[in-house]
C-alpha cells in the first residue's frame, strides 16, 4: 500500500462534506444559498456513470424549484407520459396483468403543490447539481478525493483529503462534517453508529442496456414494467423511452440465478425472455448485484458528524424513496448549520437534525420495506405477484410528516389533523411541525404558490391587518425574515389561505427555510416583537427568555414557552 505524502498547508472549511452523489451536492447547494463555505470530496472520478435513482418525487421538486433548478431537471428527465402508468405483464410483448396510475398521477396531488413529479436518471441529473454546486462554491467541489484518517471532538473535526491521482494528502480541519458517503459509508463505522432493521432481504442484480423497444412501449408508455413470469421475476425501469433501459432481475436467488451467470451475453438471454421476443438487438452496458435491506442508524449524529442519506438509512427502492430522503435530509440539516455557524442560533439546534429526520427516516424505511414484501421478493411463486394498495400512493409519506423538536413551537390548544392512513391520505395542515401547504397568491398581479416563497430563509406571513407582525419581523435582530402581508403584497387568490394556514386577520405564521411551519399565532400579540423575539429564541435554541406575551388570543402558548 502507498502512503499518501503530506502537503503542509492545511485546508480550513466551516463544513466538509464527504460524497457528491445527489444528498452531497444538494447540501452544497443550500449552504452556499444560505452564505456558508463547504468543501465537498467524493473518492469516484466524476458523478455517476449509471441510472441508479430515477423517481424525484413532488416534495423535493419543490425544493429544486426552489432553488431554481426544476426546469433544468425536467428537461433533462423523462417524457412525463411514461410517469402516468406503472403496468404488470407477463412480457413486454405479452399479456397485460395490471395498470396502475401512480397517486403522483392524480387530480388530488396536483392540487395540493405548484409542481409534480419527475423521473430523471442519478447520471443525468448529478452533473446538473454538480454544475450549480461549484456555481456556489467554485473551489468548493473536488472529485477524486478522499478522506482519511477523521478525527473529531468539541472542537470540530480532522483528517486528510487524499487525491487518487497524486496520492498528495492534505491536512484538514472543519467544524462540521456531512456523511453522505452512500450505504457502505466509511464515516459511519467510524462513528460507531448501528444500523437497526432488517438487512439482506432479497437479492438482484441490474442490467443497464441499449435496445430500441419503442414497438413495445409506445402504445403504453409506463414508468416501470413489471414482468410476472413463473422463472423470471423482472422490471424494466424507463430511462428515456426509447433506446436507453434498466432491466432488474427480482429475489434471482429465489429464481435459480447467481450473480456470476450474469454474463452481457446471458444478460442480454434474459432480457429477450422478459421483453417476449428474440429479434432484439441488446448491447449491454454495466452490470451490478445488490441485496435490498431496511435499516436505519440509531444516531444521525455524533458531535459535529452528521450521516444523511444512504449512510443514514437503506431502504429498497419499491416506490423510489432512498433519493428524495436524502436530498430533504440535506435540506433540513443546511438551514441549521448555516444558522449555527453564522451565529444566529445555538448549538443545540442541531441535535433537532436527529430528532426530525431519523422517525422520518424509519418510517419511510417501513414504507418501502411493506410495498416490496407485498410484491413476492422473499417467496417464490408461480403465479404473478402485483403490489399492495399503498404502492405508489403514498401522498402522506410525500407531505404528510409532521416534524416533533424543539425547533417548532407547537399549537397549544389545536389538534394535529388525523387521517386514517398515514402513508396514502394527507390533509394540508400550517400546523407547526407540517410542511407548510400550498395556496395560490398573486403578487402584482401575477399567481404564485406559497410554497415558491420559501426554501432559503426565515419567511413570516401575516393576515390583512397583521402589520405589527410584519415590522415585527423586519425589525429583528437575526435570522433574516421576509415578511409579506397576505392581504396587502400578496392576495389571497382564492380566498382559503386563512382557513389553510389557521390564522385570522391579525394572525401569523413563522415558516423554516425548508418550508416547515415553525409557530403560528391565530391573533395579534400584546407585543409583537417581544413575542416574535421569543419565538426565534425557542427555535433557534438560544438562551431561554422570558416571554411577557406570544399573542393576546394564545394564552397556552405563551405558558408553554416561559416553561421551556
Known amino acids: 500500500m502507498t502512503t499518501p505524502s503530506s502537503s503542509h498547508t492545511p485546508i480550513d472549511v466551516p463544513v466538509l462534506i464527504v460524497g457528491g452523489g445527489p444528498v452531497g451536492l444538494t447540501a452544497s447547494i443550500h449552504l452556499s444559498r444560505a452564505g456558508v463555505r463547504s468543501l465537498l470530496v467524493d473518492k469516484h472520478a466524476g458523478t455517476a456513470t449509471l441510472p441508479k435513482a430515477r423517481s424525484i418525487n413532488a416534495r423535493t421538486m419543490e425544493m429544486y424549484r426552489q432553488l431554481g433548478i426544476e426546469n433544468e431537471i425536467r428537461a433533462a428527465g423523462l417524457d412525463p407520459r411514461f410517469s402516468r402508468m406503472v403496468l404488470w405483464a407477463t412480457s413486454l410483448a405479452g399479456e397485460e396483468v395490471r395498470r396502475l396510475v401512480p397517486g403522483s398521477a392524480s387530480a388530488e396531488t396536483r392540487s395540493v403543490s405548484p409542481t409534480t413529479n419527475a ?8 452533473p446538473i447539481l454538480r454544475k450549480h454546486a461549484q456555481a456556489g462554491a467554485p473551489d468548493g467541489v473536488r472529485f477524486g478525493v478522499s478522506m482519511q484518517d477523521l478525527r473529531y471532538g468539541a472542537d470540530g473535526a480532522r483528517g486528510l483529503l487524499v487525491d487518487s491521482g497524486t496520492g498528495q494528502a492534505t491536512p484538514f480541519r472543519a467544524r462540521y462534517v456531512i456523511a453522505a458517503d452512500g450505504s457502505q459509508s466509511t464515516i459511519r463505522r467510524q462513528i460507531g453508529a448501528q ?6 432481504i432479497y437479492d438482484s442484480i441490474n442490467v443497464h442496456f441499449r435496445a430500441d423497444l419503442r414497438r413495445f412501449v409506445e402504445h403504453r408508455p409506463a414508468a416501470l414494467y413489471m414482468i410476472e413470469q413463473p422463472d423470471l421475476r423482472g422490471t424494466f425501469l424507463t430511462i428515456n423511452g426509447s433506446d436507453r433501459w434498466s432491466f432488474l432481475v427480482n429475489s434471482m436467488s429465489l429464481y435459480g440465478f447467481t450473480a ?3 454474463t452481457p451475453e446471458f444478460a442480454k438471454q434474459t432480457i429477450r425472455t422478459a421483453i417476449g421476443q428474440d429479434d432484439v438487438d441488446i448491447d449491454v452496458l454495466g452490470i451490478g448485484a445488490w441485496r435490498a435491506s431496511a435499516i436505519v442508524s440509531d444516531r444521525y449524529r455524533d458531535g459535529p458528524v452528521f450521516l444523511a442519506g444512504d449512510s443514514a438509512h437503506e ?8 433519493l428524495n430522503t436524502g436530498v430533504q435530509d440535506a435540506h433540513n440539516l443546511a438551514w441549521k448549520l448555516a444558522a449555527v455557524i453564522k451565529g444566529e442560533a445555538g448549538e443545540e439546534l442541531l441535535d433537532t437534525y436527529h430528532a426530525e429526520r431519523r422517525p422520518m427516516g424509519e418510517f419511510t424505511t417501513r414504507t418501502a420495506l411493506l410495498s416490496s414484501l407485498s410484491m413476492g421478493r422473499k417467496e417464490r411463486t408461480d403465479k404473478p405477484v402485483t403490489a399492495r394498495e399503498e404502492f405508489l400512493q403514498e401522498r402522506g409519506v410525500i407531505f404528510g410528516y409532521r416534524y416533533e423538536s424543539t425547533a417548532v413551537i407547537p399549537d397549544p390548544d389545536t389538534p394535529v389533523p388525523q387521517v386514517a392512513d398515514p402513508v396514502t391520505q394527507y390533509v394540508p395542515s400550517a400546523t ?3 410542511r407548510a401547504p400550498h395556496a395560490d397568491l398573486l403578487r402584482s398581479g401575477e399567481k404564485v404558490s406559497t410554497i415558491e416563497l420559501f426554501g432559503l430563509e426565515f419567511v413570516l406571513l401575516a393576515g390583512p391587518q ?5 415590522d415585527a419581523a423586519d425589525a429583528v435582530r437575526g435570522p433574516s425574515i421576509r415578511a409579506h402581508m397576505v392581504g396587502d403584497d400578496l392576495v389571497d387568490a382564492n380566498g382559503d389561505w386563512p382557513a389553510l394556514y389557521g390564522v385570522g386577520p391579525q394572525g401569523a405564521v413563522l415558516i423554516r427555510p425548508d418550508g ?3 409557530w403560528r399565532s391565530e391573533g395579534a400579540a400584546v407585543n409583537a416583537p417581544a413575542a416574535l423575539d421569543a419565538v426565534l429564541q425557542k427555535v433557534l435554541s438560544r438562551q431561554s427568555t422570558t416571554v411577557g406575551a406570544l399573542s393576546a388570543t394564545q394564552p397556552a402558548a405563551q405558558a408553554t414557552l416561559q416553561k421551556s
Open 466 to 470: 397583521g402589520k405589527a407582525w410584519k
Open 260 to 262: 456470476e451467470q450474469f
Open 516 to 518: 416547515i411551519v415553525a
Open 315 to 322: 431502504m429498497p427502492p419499491t416506490g423510489g424513496m432512498g
Open 432 to 434: 407547526p411541525g407540517c
Open 195 to 200: 444500523m437497526l432493521g432488517e438487512r439482506d
Open 119 to 126: 423521473s430523471c436518471a442519478q447520471d443525468l441529473l448529478e
